[in-house]
Each structure stands twice: as structure tokens, then as C-alpha cells.
């Protein structure tokens, strides 16, 4: 197998994912309104649920598509996603009305299995060693995508409405062509397992990975982490506009910022601090500079601050990398679908708690009756959160360098 060839294609996928939301930002709440016939604020509300219930599939049937990868491959499990994502995006393209647009996301959200079964071909053809680094192609990908979806929606969206998610629906089926002919299957045959119904629901999920030493412990530190991450995310706009007065360029201009140093941090960074720290070291130190960064996002006096911040911010990247590779290592390879399911299911979860929790916060720390006006309060919880997920990550390493019956011993000096 030629695994450049192949991490570039899931490179490909991934980054296609982020785009095709991408470039959805700037036009789908005007969108909804418009198939809606409401005002911006009952349309804002359609657009929280369209995202959540998206999120809710994911995190409902993620563990379904990580077991049938670990049974079937990662192959047909990648391509079926795509195939059924430029379904979605042409359904919309169509929808002549809401509950249209609402079935195309249920639809993509059910068999959006592209980052679950990515990840896992990422784990089948990466040495142990090299995992960590690899999987910051995830985040590469978000990097690039978050740069230049949403500037081409907006680009796209003036010409007609309904183009980018035409485009979006080309990109799909255009990389389903292209890994139909060329990808090779990443999951040997020897490696695959029995497929269990037990494992196809998220606790069922949870329950089976359970079995392995660390993976509770470093599965609810990337949890509160990313928990954090959604909180900060969905209130960003929210509170640059509150605080400092930012417009949408202000904000167009950071977020493209923060797409760049992602894609800087996750390709060129982690390859620079993952071997010299190990994969340990560098989730200890990426979860503290986290919990630094949106303490100190909260706390800026001016808008010029946040810049320097975000480029500080640019070590918090590896940590998920660090995470994700230390998780992959404790389970067997014929497991590596199901431990990127469950991992898919959480990031959903947290996707549906982050926003209504986050926007919750910000809403009484800048209503009229709060006793102490706060726009960055959000920033703190996510602060908070991420110190969570240092104190687990901690004390889960402790208990491995302890253990004296491990199922599959860790080296923790890495």
C-alpha cells in the first residue's frame, strides 16, 4: 500500500467535510429564513436545531459505522459516506421547503461516517509511533477548510443562494470517483472482527472500550476538551461583537486566523513537539496552554490582544493529537474502528451540549439582570473544562505508571 498516497486521499475527505460546512456558514441561516418565512431571530432558532440534530445522529449512529468498519473495512464505510453527503447537499440544493432541509441533515448526519472511518484508516496504516502525528491531518484539514469555506460561500452565495451547496455536492462525489478507483482497503482481513449489535449504541460503545486500562480516563479528558472547544466556538462572534465592537469582517478576518495557525500548529508544530516531548508530555502541556489561552481570551482588555493569544494557543492543538494517538496504542487493531466511533459520539455530544451550554452562560452574563457583566464568561468555563481534562489526563497517566497488570502496557516516558 502506498500510505502517502493514501493519507493524502483521507486528507482529501476530511478537508472536503470541513469545506462543504464551510461553505455553508455564510448562507444557510439567511437560507432558512427565506424557506422558512421567519425573522432572523425564529431562524436563528432553526439553525441552533439544524446543527444539534445533525450532532445528535452523529453521536447516535457513529459507534454503528465504527463497528462495520472494523467488520467490513474502512473502504466501503468511507465511500458510502461520501456517496450519501453529496445526497445531502443536493437535497438541499432542491429543498423547496424546512422540513427538506431537516431530512438532508438527518440523512448526512446518519451516515456522515467520513471522520470515523477516516481516523481509523489513519490508525490502521500509521506505525504506533507515528499516530499522533498523523492525525493531525484531522486537524489540517480543519485548518484549511475553516480558511477558505467560508470566504468562498460568501463568494459563492452572492452569485445564487443555492450554488455552494451545489459545489459542495460536487466535492463529494468527485472524491467518491476518486477513492472508488484508487484507495486501497487499509483493514486487514485478519484484523477484523465480529460485528455485535452490543457496540453499535454510544454506551454500548463505551462499555466495550472500557475494558482497556487508560482509555476511560483519556476518553473523559478529550471529552472535557472538547467540551471547552464547543463552548468557545459557539459563542465566539457573540462575544468579539460584545466586547470590542467587531463586525463580520473583524471576525472573518480572526476566524481565518485561527483556521491558519490549526493547520500551522497540526501539520508543522506537532512535528516538532510530539518527538521531542512524546506523546505524553505534549497532551499534559497542550491542555494547560489551553486552559491559559481562553482564560486569557476572556480577560483581554482589546481586541488586539486575541492575536498574540491565538498564536500562544497554537501548542493547545497538539494535545488532541497526543490524546487521540495515546488512545489509539491501548486498543487492539482489530478495535480501532470501534474506539473512533465511540471517540466520533462524544465529539457529537459535546457538539449538542457545547452551543446551548456556552450561549446559555453568555446570555445571563449580559443580561440586564446579572450581577456582574461578563461577555468572555463562557471563555472561563471552557478555561475551567480544559483544567478538567489536565487534572484527568494527570491522574490517569499515575495510575498506568502504578499498575502492575496491564492489558497492554504503555510507555510512559514517550
Known amino acids: 500500500m502506498k500510505r502517502s498516497a493514501s493519507l493524502s ?33 425564529a431562524s436563528a432558532r432553526d439553525y441552533g436545531w439544524l446543527l444539534s440534530l445533525y450532532g445528535a445522529m452523529q453521536f447516535l449512529f457513529a459507534p454503528l459505522f465504527g463497528a462495520l468498519s472494523d467488520r467490513f473495512g474502512r473502504r466501503p464505510i468511507l465511500l458510502i459516506s461520501l456517496l450519501f453527503t453529496g445526497f445531502d447537499y443536493i437535497i438541499m440544493a432542491l429543498a423547496p421547503t424546512l422540513p427538506w432541509l431537516y431530512f438532508g441533515r438527518i440523512l448526512s448526519g446518519i451516515t456522515g461516517a467520513s471522520y470515523t472511518a477516516a481516523t481509523a484508516y489513519i490508525a490502521d496504516i500509521s506505525p504506533p509511533e507515528k499516530r499522533a502525528q498523523n492525525f493531525g491531518l484531522v ?29 459542495a455536492a460536487g466535492l463529494s462525489l468527485t472524491n467518491l470517483l476518486y477513492g472508488f478507483f484508487v484507495l486501497p482497503e487499509s483493514h486487514a482481513v485478519e484484523n477484523r472482527r465480529r460485528f455485535s449489535w452490543r457496540e453499535t449504541s454510544p454506551i454500548g460503545a463505551m462499555i466495550v472500550l472500557g475494558k482497556y486500562p487508560i482509555v476511560w480516563g483519556l476518553t473523559g479528558a478529550l471529552a472535557a476538551a472538547n467540551l471547552g472547544m464547543q463552548c468557545l466556538n459557539s459563542t465566539w462572534v ?49 491542555l494547560a496552554v489551553g486552559a491559559f489561552e481562553y482564560a486569557a481570551y476572556a480577560l483581554a482588555p482589546q481586541g488586539w490582544m486575541i492575536y498574540p493569544v491565538m498564536m500562544l494557543g497554537a501548542i493547545g492543538f497538539v494535545s488532541g493529537q497526543a ?3 495515546l488512545l489509539s496504542r491501548q486498543v487492539s487493531e482489530r478495535e480501532q474502528g470501534a474506539l473512533q466511533g465511540a471517540l466520533a459520539s462524544l465529539a457529537s455530544l459535546t457538539g449538542i451540549l457545547g452551543p446551548v451550554i ?19 464568561a ?20 499515575q495510575r498506568l505508571r502504578t499498575s502492575t497488570n496491564q492489558d497492554r502496557p504503555l510507555d510512559v516516558s514517550s
Open 323 to 325: 490524546t487521540q494517538g
Open 358 to 376: 456556552g450561549a446559555g452562560i453568555f446570555a445571563y452574563f449580559t443580561s440586564d439582570r446579572t450581577p456582574l457583566t461578563l461577555p468572555g
Open 238 to 286: 457573540l462575544f468579539t461583537t460584545a466586547k470590542f465592537g467587531w463586525t463580520v469582517r473583524d471576525n472573518g478576518i480572526a476566524l481565518a486566523a485561527f483556521g491558519l495557525i490549526a493547520l500551522v500548529s497540526q501539520v508543522g508544530l506537532s512535528r516538532l513537539i510530539l518527538p521531542r516531548l512524546g506523546e505524553k508530555r505534549a497532551m499534559l502541556v497542550g
Open 139 to 167: 486537524g489540517a484539514a480543519f485548518g484549511v477548510g475553516f480558511i477558505i469555506g467560508p470566504a468562498a460561500g460568501g463568494f459563492l452565495g452572492a452569485i445564487d443562494t443555492r450554488l455552494p451547496f451545489w459545489v
Open 9 to 41: 486521499f483521507i486528507f482529501v475527505t476530511l478537508l472536503i467535510d470541513v469545506l462543504g460546512s464551510g461553505l455553508l456558514v455564510p448562507i444557510l441561516p439567511g437560507f432558512i429564513g427565506r424557506l422558512s418565512h421567519h425573522g432572523l431571530s
Open 378 to 397: 463562557p471563555f472561563l468555563l471552557s478555561a475551567f473544562l480544559n483544567l478538567v481534562a489536565l487534572a484527568l489526563a494527570v491522574r490517569t497517566m
